[in-house]
């Protein structure tokens, strides 16, 4: 159990890096004006979150900015309030997946642009698509703006059914990265962006995939898989230097 001096650096720890992580995707128009919502599990016994407020520009967002929350969505530190559907989104994927102590929702342009297509799909047809190789859900049906507990819930239904899913595409609505830390989410985030543009770019010449074998996929995944956390956190840290 964390000492009370360690629960503490441990929330500011997290304050920090989910600020920079909410700083970085205004940095590289991920973002989508002060709606979307970043949300990180504080460590310890207690079910505590912490989320941007709404109403700031995601540009703005410092460390003591970010709301303290607690199961309910309750406030219990920090001023403003949290938009309904991050509320209801967060907590219940949180619950829905306890490994996933950072989860990022966006409507950035080119991910959504794959959730506006009928079947859309991110496809196996350059290295960076690799790496999501098996770790990708996609939620088939738009259930309207996630202002009630039991839409947050369908939401998260994805990610409590299947553990190994760390990126859902939200039909006609957006994305969710998550992971085991703010870091690694935001990495998956940041290359998602750039998987999903280079698809779109690549289609929009009308001319046909080139979609790499299943085999080389699944050994692409496994090389990024054994180096993500180090390399994620080295990006996360010369990502942060951006925005400091």
Known sequence: MLE???????????REDLASAIRLAAHFDLHEGICNHFSVQCDGPDELYLINAYGWHWSEVTPDRLLLIDGDGNV?????????SARNIHISSHRANPRHKAILH??????????????GRLLMAHQTACRFHGRIGY?????????????GQRIAQQARDNSHIDCMFLANHGVVCSGPSVAQAFDDLYYLERAARQQILAMSTGQ?????????????????????EVYANKHFDALKRLVA
């Open 4 to 14: 009370k001096s360690d629960h503490t650096k441990s929330i500011q720890r997290d």
């Open 76 to 84: 219990l530190d920090g001023d403003g309030e949290v938009e309904a």
């Open 106 to 119: 966006v409507h950035m342009p080119h991910a959504t642009a794959l959730s506006m297509l009928k079947g």
């Open 139 to 151: 939620e088939e049906e738009f259930g309207g703006i996630a202002v009630t507990e039991e839409e």
């Open 208 to 228: 046909e995939l080139l979609l790499i074998p299943e085999a080389t996929v699944e050994l692409t995944a496994k090389q990024f898989r054994d180096d993500f």
